[in-house]
């Protein structure tokens, strides 16, 4: 079951746009879908909003926005979890990811961090990594030395259309993963659309018929017609 849902990116108008803060625009479709506000929170060092849910469903679920800069995301992270004693399987980090294009994202538990400063440091904060992810892909500038340049840029239309088609096709999975039914969330995240049915080829055209042999005609024999 998740409890604390958390999406990254950094503070500021001058980075809203950008591709790392993928996570951010996540977690903003999550509170509207839920009808919560994210407020500030200095105990957290985020922005923050609970939502209660009935007692015998697992205990309130919280949003967070990191406000610390993405490099120190544990510095808001690891506080709420050992306050609420969060286990890290209750976490799902929301985030942008480099090695898949814009229009794809994956769902998985645990893992490395990828160079992602964000998870490096929220891994660091917590003492490790066994908690969801959920990777939004951004893809790669194809050169190592242009990565901190271009996730701090904003993407080009067509990209944005396909991250937020990603961001709205994965809050429809908000419910299950919320429910901890994360197999059945991955199974529908991963799912490949079905292949279109190739055309039925066309039936062929009967063939003509042979031309029907003409009836036998009247014997012949010495005697005439009948053959005497």
Known sequence: MIRLIVGLGNPGPEYEATRHNAGFWWVDGAARQL?????PDRAYHGL?????????????????????????????????????????????????????PPGQMKLKLGGGNG????????????????????????????????????VLRKPPADERDAIERNIEDSLKLLDLMLAGEMERAIMKLHAKPARPKPPRPAEAPPSPSSPASPPPGPQTGPGGPTGT
């Open 35 to 39: 009808k919560v506000s994210l407020l």
């Open 48 to 100: 923050v909003a609970r939502m209660n849910r009935p007692q015998d469903s697992g205990g309130p679920v919280w949003l967070l926005q990191p406000m610390t800069y993405m490099n120190l995301s544990g510095k808001s992270v690891a506080p709420l979890v050992r306050f609420f004693k969060l286990a890290p399987a209750e976490i799902l980090v929301v985030h942008d990811e480099l090695d898949l």
């Open 115 to 150: 160079g992602h400063n964000g998870l490096k440091d929220i891994q660091a904060q917590l003492g490790t990594g066994d908690f969801w992810r959920l990777r939004l892909g951004i893809g790669h500038p194809g050169v190592k030395a242009e990565v901190a340049n271009y």
